[in-house]
Nanobody
Framework: VQLQASGGGLVQAGGSVRLSCAASGRTVSSYALGWFRQVPGKEREYVAHISSSGGSTYYADSVKGRFTISRDTAKNTVYLQMNSLKPEDTAVYYC????????????????WGQGTVVTVSS
């Protein structure tokens, strides 16, 4: 599975950004898709993921109620709508994929895209 993220940029606190991640490869629809983020010098942090069917979504407590993950199966694309952004949301955001539902629940993903930078100014 190949993943290509896009949509990052500079936004003011309180603003919104939508990230996209286009997935390619066989049976992408069978994979759970997720988003992680990383600040330089810190460990990568789980943000959210969505099940292969799109019927279940999961979020880190730090983003719950502000971020929404969704997927378009026809376009093999996963989105992360980020609202009410805070300066602490500033990070490199990565999309990821995993075939195993159990692994997804453990935030253990196998395939990674390149990152897209989101900067939230105060």
């Amino acid at each position: 599975v190949q993943l290509q993220a896009s949509g990052g940029g500079l936004v003011q606190a309180g603003g919104s950004v939508r990230l996209s991640c286009a997935a390619s490869g066989r049976t992408v629809s069978s994979y759970a898709l997720g988003w992680f983020r990383q600040v330089p010098g810190k460990e990568r942090e789980y943000v959210a993921h969505i099940s292969s069917s799109g019927g279940s979504t999961y979020y880190a407590d730090s983003v719950k109620g502000r971020f929404t993950i969704s997927r378009d199966t026809a376009k093999n694309t996963v989105y992360l709508q980020m609202n009410s952004l805070k300066p602490e949301d500033t990070a490199v955001y990565y999309c990821a994929a995993v075939l195993s539902h159990a692994q997804a629940l453990r935030a253990t993903f196998d395939y990674w895209g390149q990152g897209t930078v989101v900067t939230v100014s105060s």
